[in-house]
């Protein structure tokens, strides 16, 4: 016999011992079954994209509510961006102010026994003395009050410059102080030279005194945020998602993904764990029928049958799950009923 037809006829003489037919019968049987367990893990049909056309109508399967993360979010931030920042007050710079009142007060009262100099001389020797720029105009005022009469203004200007900085000055606030401190100035009675002088000397001193606490901001805030309640979205079986030909939106996808129509292809992970865990079963189902069911064992067509019954139920049970049916619907008891009935009842309840 030559080598040609020898190659030809192994097939037939392989098919002829017991151990290859049940061998395929088992493979078989353990493809039909992975692909009936494994028919989840394949990628899904409807693969949208927000920006991208609908290809048609989908409806809502069931119904389902979920939780929607972009409203829940925006209320969140709205929360948060309405507690006003928490301010903190700094005494350093209430005292700093008055303190920058007198030092101005003092330069004037020693830049006027300096004659041999302009006023513009004498602004410039004060602006580096006391690091306060004012007009000519103050400077002018303040040279030529009597010491008694500009010892007074000072007194004036202090009391108000303290007054004003007691309730708290904000940054964003700075002019309406300078304003305010215009205002007591001018009802404390100071007319004329004095009042000119304390005024620049005191608007210039005013300074913030309230500065924003970043880390009790951002708690308040947190808080705040957290205290809203998710916004739940309740979408109704039968109710259109999006129809044919409109543009789908986050909303969209966000929708479907809560109706289980999106979501990614589930890996290799889950198909190989069906796999062993089908071999497994396969595995002891057949040593129990070496065991005790030799009878069944023996005739392959038992065997086929067994394997036909045993795959029908999972392609039937897989195919309610797919259609998101009631689970209760899965004719579970069919295939042990079957094989009570047409093999063995030790085997239906085994399988």
């Not at 969140?76 to 030092?103: D, G, H, N």
């Not at 000519?136 to 007194?155: F, N």
Request: net charge positive; charged share 20%.
């Amino acid at each position: 016999m030559s080598a040609l037809e020898r190659a030809r006829r192994f097939p037939v003489t392989a098919l002829a011992h017991p151990g290859v037919r049940k061998g395929l019968i088992g493979l078989l049987t353990f493809l039909a079954l992975l692909a009936a367990t494994a028919f989840h893990a394949l990628p899904r049909p409807l693969e949208v994209r927000p920006g991208q056309i609908a290809p048609r109508d989908i409806e809502a399967p069931r119904t389902v509510e979920y939780v929607d993360e972009g409203q829940t979010a925006a209320r969140r931030r709205l929360a948060a961006a309405a507690v006003e920042p928490v301010y903190r007050p700094a005494p350093a710079a209430t005292a700093a102010a008055r303190t920058a009142v007198r030092r101005v007060f003092d330069a004037l009262l020693r830049l006027q026994t300096a004659g041999h100099l302009t006023v513009l001389e004498r602004r410039a020797a004060l602006r580096e003395q006391v690091g306060v720029t004012l007009d000519p105009e103050a400077v002018a005022a303040g040279l030529s009050l009597d010491p008694a009469v500009l010892r007074q203004t000072q007194r004036a200007a202090e009391e108000v410059v303290a007054e004003v900085m007691a309730d708290g000055v904000r940054l964003d606030q700075l002019d309406d102080a300078r304003a305010r401190v215009r205002r007591m100035l001018q009802a404390s009675g100071l007319r004329g030279r004095a009042l000119t002088v304390a005024s620049a000397v005191g608007q210039a001193a005013v300074r913030p005194n309230l500065f924003v606490d970043p880390a009790a901001t951002r708690t308040l805030r947190r808080e705040a945020a957290e205290a809203v309640q998710p916004v739940r979205v309740r979408v109704l079986r039968g109710e259109v998602i999006v129809r044919r030909g409109d543009r789908i939106t986050e909303e969209h996808v966000q929708r479907l993904a809560a109706l289980g129509l999106l979501g990614a292809p589930t890996g290799w992970e889950t198909v190989l764990g069906s796999a062993a865990v089908i071999a497994l079963l396969l595995a002891v189902t057949a040593v129990y029928l070496v065991e005790y069911q030799r009878e069944i064992w023996r005739v392959d067509r038992y065997l086929l049958l067994w394997s036909l019954v045993v795959v029908l139920t999972a392609v039937v049970a897989r195919a309610v799950i797919a259609s998101r049916y009631n689970v209760y619907l899965i004719p579970a008891a069919v295939g042990p009923i079957l094989l009570a009935t047409l093999l063995q009842p030790r085997l239906a309840l085994l399988t």
